[in-house]
């Protein structure tokens, strides 16, 4: 029986004042938000990085990404030859340099 009486719905009231744009200001407020806590940080950290990479020189102290403690004997456009031990010179990539450590670093390891 109820297949043969339509259902009765209510009218929609009038819509609220800006209610078009809440949508629209939420997303820019999560984009502002995604902005300031991760693309900005990120941005800087590898900015700093360059930074770093672009003023290694000879006797520099450095740890790779990989956590090798060394001292930088060679200097190249896009490798850089580190001595971990007497005698023992590794080469690797610029950027896999992960930090610069202070002078004496390397005597007290």
Do not use: C, W
Request: glycine share 12%; hydrophobic share 45%.
């Amino acid at each position: 029986m109820n297949g043969l009486i339509p259902d009765a719905f209510a009218q929609a009231g009038p819509a609220s004042p800006g209610g078009q744009f809440a949508p629209i200001l939420m997303m820019v407020v999560f984009v502002a938000i995604f902005y300031f806590l991760l693309i900005r940080p990120q941005q800087k950290k590898a900015k700093e990085h360059q930074a770093l990479v672009s003023k290694l020189s000879v006797g520099d102290e450095v740890v790779t990404t990989g956590g090798i403690l060394g001292k930088v004997t060679e200097v190249g456009d896009s490798f850089v030859t580190i001595e971990i031990a007497d005698g023992v010179r590794i080469k690797v990539q610029k950027f896999q340099v992960g930090s610069l450590m202070p002078k004496g670093t390397l005597k007290s390891a």
